[in-house]
């Protein structure tokens, strides 16, 4: 089991949850935060920090997110770790209560480390 950042992470990217993690899992995208589903340790302390509820055990994802195990395994092989707090995007708040985002969801931070 791992735990991942599903839908309302995206175009909110609040990082209070970066710092609790004990295994450095985050990983940062232009629009969003994934977990790294191989890294995480399902210690649950990332849960309660995320403003947003975007973070979930994958045992209680709804069915209508179970794409972001996907997308977290995708885009975390992608995108950069993040281990300290930044500020959220000045709009973040503008979009923390709007649905089907997943269009939002931007890979332009890719790492061509191939």
Same mark, same amino acid.
């Given at each position: 089991?791992? &735990? =991942? ?20 899992? &985050?990983?940062?995208g232009?629009?969003? =935060? ?11 302390m ?21 794409? &972001? ?12 770790v ?28 890719e790492?061509?480390?191939?």
């Amino acid at each position: 089991m791992t &735990f =991942l950042v599903t839908e309302p992470c995206i175009k909110c990217k609040y990082t209070d949850c970066v710092e609790v993690c004990p295994v450095d899992c &985050f990983h940062e995208g232009p629009t969003m =935060l994934v977990i790294d589903p191989e890294e995480c340790i399902d210690c649950a302390m990332c849960e309660s920090e995320c403003p947003v509820n975007a973070i979930m055990s994958e045992d209680d994802v709804p069915d209508d997110q179970r794409d &972001f195990l996907e997308i977290n395994e995708k885009y975390s092989a992608m995108w950069p770790v993040i281990t300290s707090i930044k500020d959220a995007p000045e709009d973040a708040d503008d979009w923390k209560d709007v649905k089907d985002k997943r269009q939002y969801i931007e890979s332009t931070s890719e790492n061509k480390s191939d």
